[in-house]
């Protein structure tokens, strides 16, 4: 198999795979010198799609970079999520399942709800008494 521009030597790059930006970059200047979708998708071993989304990625946007995913819908509003912050603000030590019934968010999973609390740093804390042996 052939490698492609600016692959590395390790051949870790699946074919098909999404190319790096010095690669697109090779391709539009060789897309400009005249040279066919076809053999450019051939040179560089990607499908005539991905030619030509990435010479109309630069035509609309003038960048090399991937564009971003569009993704899934957010469950939580920013209420939402005010709400549950501030429920595990003020009792630090409640569990998940009343935490999602005081909060009003009793359509999101126990998952979600400790992702957003660890982006926001509140995580369980183990006891310091617990540590202790008493004598």
């Not at 790059?13 to 060789?30: D, I």
């Not at 990435?54 to 819908?73: A, I």
Request: aromatic share 6%; glycine share 6%; hydrophobic share 35%.
């Amino acid at each position: 198999m052939r490698r492609s521009f600016g692959q590395e030597i390790s051949g870790n790059r699946r074919p098909k795979a999404e190319l790096t930006p010095a690669a697109r970059a090779a391709l539009l200047a060789k897309h400009e010198a005249g040279v066919s979708r076809a053999e450019l998708a051939h040179e560089f071993d990607v499908y005539p799609s991905c030619v030509y989304k990435t010479v109309k990625r630069w035509s609309n946007h003038k960048t090399l970079k991937s564009l971003p995913r569009s993704g899934r819908p957010e469950k939580l509003t920013r209420r939402e999520k005010r709400v549950a912050i501030r429920a595990a603000r003020r009792a630090p030590k409640i569990e998940y399942k009343p935490l999602i019934i005081e909060a009003g968010v009793e359509h999101v999973s126990r998952a979600t709800i400790y992702r957003l609390l660890k982006e926001k740093g509140l995580t369980n804390y183990r006891n310091r008494n617990k540590d202790r042996v008493i004598g």
